[in-house]
């Protein structure tokens, strides 16, 4: 009986909060691990064994919520988060990014939320550890059901953030090759506009009986009559005048 009415107290509910915040937090640092470790060995490292950590926590803080184990949560989790908040705003303190500020992702806010809400629920867990105080069952389980719909909220949109970083990571130059290979094959069937071809001079000293293209006006102008082939039209009309 005694030990029924401790898991019911406040004290062991905000533990049980936390340790379901932490397993969320775990789950998006196992699913960035693989695009960390690419990037730098040491930093995969660090994710994989914070999200270790962050698994084993849960499962300690929701069936043994001691002391130790509650200062432990506190200490890692509120180290990751400052870790981030720095990461974002003056660059990470080592590796090749370092002193080079990250992007704010969807993925990082999640996991900040959650960090923050193991550090939350384990401060009060620790806090109410002497004086506990006994929940309803009914406010238990309301508490305990919003505490995982924010948790499932947050890994979805985190999941999501990480799936769609890791196709820009890798099909981002992928898909740039193939944009640039395709070009070319568009501009196969494009041909710049050849200029109109010109009328090919006349023989020279003879008249000039074709029309010449205008291609400033885009239509056909005739061509001027030299004067000596019209001073010679001439004079065989006035001759034929003459011996009519």
């Known amino acids: 009986m005694a030990s029924g009415q401790t898991k019911q107290t406040d ?8 340790a379901s ?17 690419r990037d730098w060995v040491a ?16 499962f300690l803080a929701w069936s043994r919520p001691r002391s130790s184990v509650l200062a432990a949560g506190i200490a890692a989790n509120a180290g990751a988060a400052a870790l981030w908040v720095m990461s974002c705003m003056f660059g990470p303190p080592f590796g090749p990014s370092a002193g080079q500020p990250e992007a704010v992702s969807s993925a990082g806010i999640s996991v900040l939320l959650l960090q923050c809400y193991v550090v939350m629920g384990a401060g009060w867990a620790w806090s109410r550890q002497y004086r506990p105080e006994p929940v309803p069952g009914f406010r238990r389980a309301m508490v305990l059901m919003g505490t995982n719909t924010v ?4 890994v ?22 193939g944009e640039h290979a395709t070009h070319p094959a568009h501009m196969e069937g494009h041909h710049p506009p050849s200029d109109p071809p010109s009328a090919p001079a006349p ?8 029309m010449a293209l205008d291609t400033a006006g885009d239509h056909y102008a005739p061509v001027a009559v030299p004067p000596s082939a019209e001073t010679g039209l001439e004079a065989d009309e006035h001759q034929h005048h003459h011996d009519d």
Request: glycine share 12%; net charge neutral.
């Open 11 to 18: 004290s062991r509910l905000a533990a049980r909060c936390a």
């Open 21 to 37: 915040a932490s397993l969320g937090a775990a789950v998006i640092h196992f699913a960035v691990t693989p695009m960390h470790w």
């Open 43 to 58: 930093s995969g490292l660090f994710f994989a064994g914070l999200a270790t950590f962050q698994l084993v926590w849960a």
């Open 151 to 154: 948790m499932a909220g947050a």
């Open 156 to 177: 979805t949109v985190g999941l999501v953030a990480t799936m769609q970083g890791h196709h820009h990571h890798h099909g981002g130059p992928v898909e740039a090759r």
């Open 203 to 210: 023989p020279e000293g003879l008249p000039v009986t074709d």
